[in-house]
């Protein structure tokens, strides 16, 4: 995305979208080193010095990157809901096969209440996402663009995801934070799902935009 109109006021009013090949003069990346988790993918800082392209690699139409930009992130937030959803499924899942074959004080500590409401919270959680996301997915397949739909999509299944992976660690005792159990892995990887295609607080913004409509 790239200020095409410097004199544009707020600056988003000038931005288009532009196609950069990988192996134009003056594209550069950087790996931006380890991170918390999604360790299977590499993270780069993509640098752009003096780079020219021909005027057909414009993508849409110029000055409206920005609008096109957000039309994007209503399909992308969707993804990011479902990778969300099967982050908690992957640790619920773990954490319920585990709690039925582990023993402590005589008996399966599935036996034990308390771990049987953590189940269900997950569970409960774990559904509510799977709902959201899936009607998110459903109206977006409709044609229909529903920015609070897809926000609220993204933000809930992404805090299921927290939440149900610490829950998961927690039923795993010590073993969940031992790398073999795999639990610590879902809960590490949860975390960005809270953070980029726009953080808990910018979904939040785009939900109460949407309740609120233009504020005289
Ligand atoms: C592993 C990884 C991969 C990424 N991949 C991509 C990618 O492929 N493409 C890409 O473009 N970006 C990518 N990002 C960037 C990511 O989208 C941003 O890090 C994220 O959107 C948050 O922006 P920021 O880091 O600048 O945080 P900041 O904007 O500095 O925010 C810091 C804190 O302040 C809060 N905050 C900021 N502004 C407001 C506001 N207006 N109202 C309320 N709270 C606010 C935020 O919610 C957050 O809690 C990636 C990041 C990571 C970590």
Redesign the pocket.
């Known amino acids: 995305m790239c200020q095409t109109d410097p004199e544009a006021s707020p600056g988003y009013r000038g931005m288009s979208l532009i196609l950069v090949e990988a192996d134009r003069t003056g594209v550069s990346t950087t790996d931006v080193g380890a991170?918390m988790g999604?360790r299977m993918m590499h993270?780069a800082e993509v640098t752009f010095k003096d780079v020219r392209v021909p005027s057909s690699n414009l993508i849409g139409k110029e000055n409206k990157g920005f609008y096109q930009v957000l039309e994007f992130f209503d399909e992308s937030r969707i993804l990011i809901a479902a990778q969300a959803l099967g982050t908690a499924q992957g640790a619920f899942d773990r954490a319920l096969a585990y709690i039925k074959s582990r023993e402590q004080f005589g008996r399966k500590i599935a036996q034990f209440q308390v771990n049987q409401h953590k189940l269900a919270d997950m569970a409960t959680k774990i559904e509510m996402a799977r709902l959201m996301t899936y009607k998110a997915a459903w109206n977006f397949d409709q044609g229909r663009i529903d920015p609070k739909l897809t926000s609220m999509a993204k933000m809930a299944a992404a805090r299921a995801a927290v939440e149900v992976c610490d829950e998961a660690i927690q039923l795993l005792g010590g073993y969940g934070y031992m790398q073999e159990y795999e639990v610590e892995r879902f809960a590490r990887d949860a975390k960005?799902t809270e953070?980029?295609?726009?953080?808990?607080?910018?979904q939040k913004?785009t939900i109460a935009s949407a309740l609120l409509g233009k504020l005289k």
């Open positions: 991170k999604i993270t960005i953070l980029y295609e726009g953080t808990r607080e910018i913004n």
